[in-house]
Structures are given as structure tokens and as C-alpha cells.
């Protein structure tokens, strides 16, 4: 029970990024200082954390593709999600971010060579649907189509760190990857990022999406993730569109309209679906022929 708790709260943190990221929108902060400062301040906790445990170290050879990740995964992935939110709302921006496993399972066949059964094919098709559903919809949330693209985008580098993760978090912990990864991400922002003064509720918006929704998030998810199988860790994790929705319609008014609902649902069964398809076993890729560093690291799952 404890893991499906962990999993929970996990994913009730993270479905709050969305309507946290607005009230800093609304008291002067923009998207790219949001996604700047997320990546800033994790980078200080994770790098912290990385200090405490003593796991700072990453190979040499591993490292080109760590740095590689805090430029897509970070950079990329944050700044896309934060621009969503601005253009579609969060909710709307929820629902996009879960069209990863759609994502997932096109780069895992195409890269790491994970069969396209009839399965994963239809839960591909019912996200596809959903999306639609999700971007002709009328109703309260206001579609812009910077908004979708946006969110397929925050989607696409979300589902990024699946293949990521597959060599990575089983090699080192947590904390270390994002010591490293979180510093590239906000030096990739930085250019582009006009920083300004905001009060102390955007910078309490900002502290909020940091240490709940980044740091405390992803260790209580690999935390859960220990305890239960990825296929009932990824399911439970569905609530995070849901938190979303429902918290954007509380604080911020945002309904969506018939079709808009219709096709969330359809996102949402097209996850459950996906993860639930029956699994073949594949060779786990490394990044070379080559051993893992020295010290055994405990495996972990896929992150957000």
C-alpha cells in the first residue's frame, strides 16, 4: 500500500505544475523564467543531494549524453510544458503532456527495437483520438494552436526520458543524473530568458514548483517506484491530468467543453491501455560494451 501512496502523492504534485505555473504567469514572472528557475533551484537540491549520499561522480564516457539530456529533457521539456500552460491552460496542457506514451512507444520500436502490436497500436490510436477531441473542443478553455503544439512537444521530450532511463537509472542515482542535467538545462535557458523582479508570490509559485513538483516529486516517485511494478506505477500515475484538470477548474475557471472532456478520457484510457499491453522481453541497450561504473547502483524507472 505504502508504494501506491508514493506513487499518489507523486502524481498529485505534479499535476499541480500546471495551475502553480499560472499564478506566477499572473504575478509577472514568463514562462521561460519559470522554466529557468525550476531547472536553477533543482539543480541546487539534486546537486546537494548528490553531495550528501556521495554520488557525484558520472563516468566520462557517460557524460555526453547526461549533458545531452539537461538540454532536451530540462531545457526543452520545461520550457515547452510552461508555454503550453500560457497558451492552452493547465489543464489542457496535462492532457497534451500524456500523449508520451504514444511518443514512447514509437521511439522504443523504431530505436530500441520493442515490438507494435495490435495493443500498443489501438492505445496509440485512442490517444491519438483524444487529442483531437482535446484541440477541436469549444467550451471555456480557449485553443490556441500554439497551445498544441507546445504540449505535443512537452509530450515529446517527456517521453524522452523512457528511453533515457532505460540505460541511465539503472547506472547511477537519481540526485547525481539531475546534478548534472538540471545546470544544462537552466545554462540552455539562460540566452533566452528575460529576468525581472517579480513579488514574493511568483517567487513562492516558483519555491512550490522547485521543492514539491521537482525535487520532493521525483524521489517520492522512484521511491514508489521501488516497491510496485512500472506497469502499476505508470497507471497510478494518471491522475496527474486529473489533479490538473480538476485544480485548473477550481483556481482558474478553466471548463472544458464536451468534446474537450471526451477526449481526456480517451488520453487517459489510451495510457492505461498502453501500459497495460503485454510486455516482451528486450535486450536492455547500453551506451557501450563496456561495464558500468564501479559502485552498484539500486535500478530505477523513468522519470518526469
Known sequence: MIGYLYMLTAAFLWGLIGPVSRLAFAHGLTPMEVAFWRAVFGGVLFGAHALLIGRIRIARRDLPIVLGFGLVGVALFYASFQFAVQAGGGAMAAVLLYTA??????LSWIFIREPMGAHKLAALL???LGVAGVSLQGGEVRIHPAGIIWGLVSGFTYALYYLFGKIY??????????????PVGALSLLPFTPLHRPGPVAWGAVAFLTICSTYLAYLIYYAGLRRLEATRAAIVATLEPVVAMVTSYLIWGERFGPLGDLGAALVILGVIWMVQAPTARVPTPSAEPTPPPPQPEEPQGEGR
Request: aromatic fraction near 18%.
Open 101 to 106: 506514451p504514444a511518443w514512447v512507444a514509437l
Open 126 to 128: 485512442l490517444t491519438l
Open 169 to 182: 537509472l539503472q547506472r547511477y542515482e537519481t540526485p547525481t543524473l539531475f546534478a548534472y542535467a538540471m
